[in-house]
């Protein structure tokens, strides 16, 4: 079936360094892959997403690629702010209508002054 | 447009009682996901209304029913509620019908058992 697998964390990082979280996948054809954030104590948000293979999707200073070929949909940030800290959900939904997302574990991200 | 609601927003029940979330989708979205997330085992899908009709089921027990109505609001209800079923209730909407359609979830329902 499918699968959505992160890097677990915590990751801990300085103001102004450059995050990375990585995210593989396992599906049957081409999904939409979507990275979502979650703030404590609430939802997720959707942060951004790619429909198809070499689409890069952006949003708040994040960036992730859909690499077809190595099934990955990394997430990254050149400058992180405290207000960063969170957790960050990689997430994929097949093309068929009706289908549920497959989500990663989530990887925490704290972001020190 | 205004989001997606949850009500409530936090839960306190015993064992063995029943318990039911509600949710309302974003204007104009007919499609509504629920998911269960816990410390353990991350988030999960529940099941997916469409329409009136359960489209997609999860890998929960019969204790875990929904609904959704005409003007797309759903239901979720737990009976018989255990211990292990204390976690986020999260609901999402979208507009239904493409396959590449993003769903924008709520704040979700906080349920603890006690």
């Known amino acids: 079936g499918d699968s959505v697998t992160q890097m677990e964390g915590p990751v801990t990082l300085s103001e102004e360094a450059f995050l990375t979280i990585n995210c593989t996948y396992t599906?049957?054809?081409?999904?939409?892959l979507f990275w979502y954030v979650q703030y404590p104590g609430e939802g997720l948000q959707l942060l951004l997403k790619a429909t198809k293979a070499d689409d890069k999707g952006s949003n708040k200073g994040f960036e992730a690629t859909y690499r077809k070929e190595t099934t990955s949909f990394h997430l990254e940030k050149g400058s992180v702010q405290v207000s960063d800290s969170a957790v960050y959900f990689c997430a994929l939904l097949p093309k068929a209508a009706g289908n549920k997302l497959t989500f990663g574990g989530g990887t925490r991200v704290l972001v020190k002054p | 447009k205004a989001g997606v609601t949850q009500t409530p927003r936090y839960l306190i029940k015993t064992r063995g009682q029943q318990v039911t979330l509600s949710c309302s989708p974003i204007s104009g979205h007919r499609s509504v996901s629920w998911y269960q997330q816990t410390p353990g085992q991350g988030l999960q899908f529940l099941f997916e209304?469409?329409?009136?009709?359960?489209?997609n089921k999860g890998n929960f027990p019969g204790r875990f029913s929904g609904r959704q109505f005409s003007n797309s609001r759903s239901e979720m209800n737990v009976s018989t509620l255990e211990l292990g079923d204390s976690a986020l209730y999260l609901c999402?909407?979208?507009?239904?019908?493409?396959?590449?359609?993003?769903?924008?979830f709520g704040p979700g329902t906080r349920l603890t058992v006690l």
């Open positions: 999402a909407s979208r507009t239904g019908g493409g396959a590449a359609d993003t769903q924008y």
């Open positions: 209304y469409f329409s009136e009709t359960q489209r």
């Open positions: 599906a049957t054809g081409y999904p939409s």
